[in-house]
């Protein structure tokens, strides 16, 4: 089991630009999770996610930002016209049901010059 | 609510000391207390978790404790070592669904 994988690892975007960040969740695991995490912060709550269905997405910006996990694929985060602000860590988590334990993946550091 | 108070924000010990983390919670139907370690530049890992029909649980030099009724529950380390320093999160679900996390506890083990 490979575990929580997170594509790219590094991901630099000029302002304006789009980001997709891209999250497989653990073999036999439906329920995704984003986080985002700025540097000496904590991890906040993003978005909830099972397959085919947003759960809660009350962490998330209004706009430009958005999530989804398909039938088939990995789970997408997509930030559109990325601005300066949005820099920092996105950890993405997978468990097997809710109220189980979760497993993040390595993060995705996004940086917008 | 939905916040989730952690404390104290950065604590420093001794090597072989023992130290402690208190989290408290405001909805009362969370059943389920993860701890998770993150050491600089990583990611967050699950070293320990509590389930609300038990009042204490351990594992080796790491034990949590919950009170449900007063809504809190705590992280035990005892015989601290420097691989130990790392910051540390508490998490308490949401709606039965939802990951909150606390702000952190940055833990330092002095050699």
């Known amino acids: 089991n490979a575990g929580v994988m997170q594509n790219p690892r590094h991901l630099v975007r000029r302002r304006g630009q789009e980001a997709r960040l891209r999250c497989s969740p653990m073999?036999?695991?439906?329920?995704v999770y984003w986080y985002r995490q700025l540097p000496e912060e904590g991890l906040k709550f993003m978005v909830y996610l099972q397959k085919e269905n947003i759960i809660d997405e009350s962490g998330m910006p209004k706009e430009r930002f958005s999530a989804e996990f398909p039938k088939e694929g990995p789970s997408i985060l997509r930030i559109q016209q990325v601005v300066r602000g949005d820099s920092a860590a996105y950890f993405c988590a997978s468990s097997m049901d809710r109220n189980t334990e979760a497993f993040f993946g390595q993060g995705t550091r996004l940086t917008v010059v | 609510g939905e916040n989730v108070e952690q404390h104290p924000s950065t604590l420093s010990v001794q090597e072989g000391d023992s130290a402690v983390i208190k989290c408290t919670y405001s909805?009362?139907?969370?059943?389920?207390f993860p701890w998770y370690k993150q050491e600089l530049g990583k990611r967050p890992q699950l070293i320990i978790d509590i389930r609300s029909n038990v009042g204490e649980k351990k594992d080796q030099r790491i034990a949590v404790t919950l009170n449900k009724t007063a809504k809190h529950f705590s992280l035990h380390i005892t015989e601290t070592q420097p691989e130990d320093s790392a910051v540390y999160f508490c998490?308490?679900?949401?709606?039965?669904?939802?990951?909150?996390f606390g702000t952190g506890t940055r833990l330092k083990v002095l050699a």
């Open positions: 998490a308490a679900p949401k709606q039965a669904h939802k990951y909150i």
């Open positions: 909805d009362s139907a969370s059943n389920y």
């Open positions: 073999k036999g695991h439906s329920h």
